[in-house]
């Protein structure tokens, strides 16, 4: 069973509009971390969230982490174009270092 | 400043051959990781250094994989007699410590296509 779920798996979303993809686990994140990637390319770094109830923002992109710390959304404000391409979501969830990361939800903006 | 390279960027080998794949992680950062991500999946742990020494390989799939970070900076990971399922893009990402209070930053990946 995938230890981190991503939803959707697949966004199909119209400029301008706002969306959320959502990241889940049954276990305890000790970290939780977003990143964006392009086919071919390596992955971006977003965001970061440690704490529980944590929220913080860059550009139109919020990226929260719940009360218990086993859920993470990432909301993304009025998008355009250039927010298309995978986001995927990877948490430590041993409490050591290495990241364990969702299948990813592939975003589509249509102009 | 400069991010983590890896090279090269794209390899195609013939099923038996040995790969060699490069990681040039951020100046100054204590601990690299490789990843394996195959095509729509998320990226999967293959093993962790902390400067030269490789403190985790539970991730590398079979005993044909192998990796090293001699002097603790640029790392090597080798494929001996490679295998159709060992295609896949190879991810490298450095971070300043251990834990998670450091982010872990990717380079590009090397996508290794086997013949």
């Known amino acids: 069973s995938q230890e981190l779920e991503q939803s959707p798996q697949s966004l199909i979303v119209q400029e301008g509009k706002n969306l959320t993809i959502n990241c889940t686990s049954s276990?305890?994140?000790?970290?939780l971390y977003w990143y964006k990637q392009k086919y071919g390319e390596g992955l971006i770094f977003l965001m970061m969230l440690q704490k529980g109830g944590e929220e913080k923002s860059h550009e139109k992109i919020t990226a929260k982490l719940d009360e218990k710390k086993q859920q993470s959304s990432l909301h993304i404000t009025a998008s355009q174009p250039s927010h298309a391409g995978i986001y995927l979501c990877g948490a430590d969830i041993s409490s050591n270092y290495k990241l364990t990361f969702g299948k990813g939800t592939l975003l589509t903006v249509n102009p | 400043g400069a991010g983590v390279s890896q090279s090269p960027r794209y390899k195609v080998a013939k099923r038996g051959q040995d790969v060699a794949l490069r990681c040039d992680p951020i100046?100054?950062?204590?601990?690299l990781f490789w990843y394996q991500q195959a095509l729509g999946q998320g990226p999967e742990f293959l093993t962790y250094f902390q400067n030269e020494a490789q403190l985790d390989k539970s991730g590398l799939p079979s005993d044909r994989f192998f990796a090293e970070r001699p002097e603790g900076s640029v790392s090597t990971l080798k494929i001996q007699r490679t295998q159709q399922e060992d295609s896949a893009v190879y991810l490298c990402a450095s971070s300043l410590y251990r834990g998670q209070t450091y982010e872990q930053y990717f380079g590009p990946g090397t996508r290794l296509t086997v013949t």
């Open positions: 100046s100054g950062h204590v601990s």
């Open positions: 276990k305890t994140l000790y970290g």
